[in-house]
């Protein structure tokens, strides 16, 4: 049997673009031998040396929460509980549009069967220095001038290729979701290939 093609993807849970394109990537896992690698980076480390507008710089203080428990579940409990937490929240925060509190994320824990006290994190600095490595590994990648989801996957020499998307919305499913993933190898398969983009005229739509 050929190894599946590995595929590292990396979000911070409050943002929906990000959430979208992961939702594609899951659709794709079941139509082309892929394997999803879970990485979490953070919109609030993202921006916090950059001059931003008061209302989002306060929304990014209560990015801190869900993304810190995150990386303190993959420290405490391994890699392969960052996808099913991810989901988890993601669900709540986007599809059932609950608050983005403690509360909301304690209820994924629950739900995935990891300990109740991991919630204590949220308010914890404890694993910051992961959770930097990690948004430093992804966007070290991908360069600075890109937010989440970013995205790596073998390039022409099978070296990786990362970029920021695909964003796209709704997320596509079945035949649309593999043909997404076949042009995304193909553009990672030219070495000069930087980016494709177009001003987003529709909301993430989470059918």
Not at 48 to 74: C, F, H, N, S, T
Not at 139 to 145: H, L, R
Not at 147 to 163: K, L, M, N, S, W
């Amino acid at each position: 049997m050929s190894e599946k093609t590995p595929v590292d993807f990396w979000f911070d849970p409050l943002c929906p673009w990000a959430w979208m394109t992961s939702r594609w990537v899951l659709e794709v896992e079941k139509v082309r031998d892929i394997e999803v690698r879970w990485h979490v980076m953070s919109l609030a480390v993202l921006n916090e040396d950059k001059d931003i507008p008061q209302e989002y710089r306060d929304m990014l203080d209560k990015a801190w929460g869900p993304v810190r428990v995150v990386i303190a579940a993959q420290q405490k409990h391994g890699d392969e509980v960052v996808g099913k937490l991810y989901t988890a929240i993601g669900t709540r925060f986007h599809n059932r549009a609950e608050e983005r509190t403690n509360e909301t994320v304690a209820a994924a824990l629950a739900e995935v069967g990891l300990p109740a006290d991991l919630i204590r994190y949220a308010d914890s600095d404890e694993y910051d220095t992961e959770l930097r490595a990690s948004h430093k590994e992804g966007i070290d990648k991908v360069g600075q001038e890109v937010g989440t989801p970013v995205i790596a996957v073998p390039g022409a020499d099978g070296e990786q290729i990362a970029f920021f998307g695909p964003v796209v919305t709704p997320a596509p499913k079945g035949e649309e979701a593999a043909k997404l993933w076949d042009g995304t190898l193909m553009v990672a398969s030219i070495p000069g290939f930087y980016e494709i983009k177009r001003t987003r005229t529709a909301d993430p739509s989470f059918e």
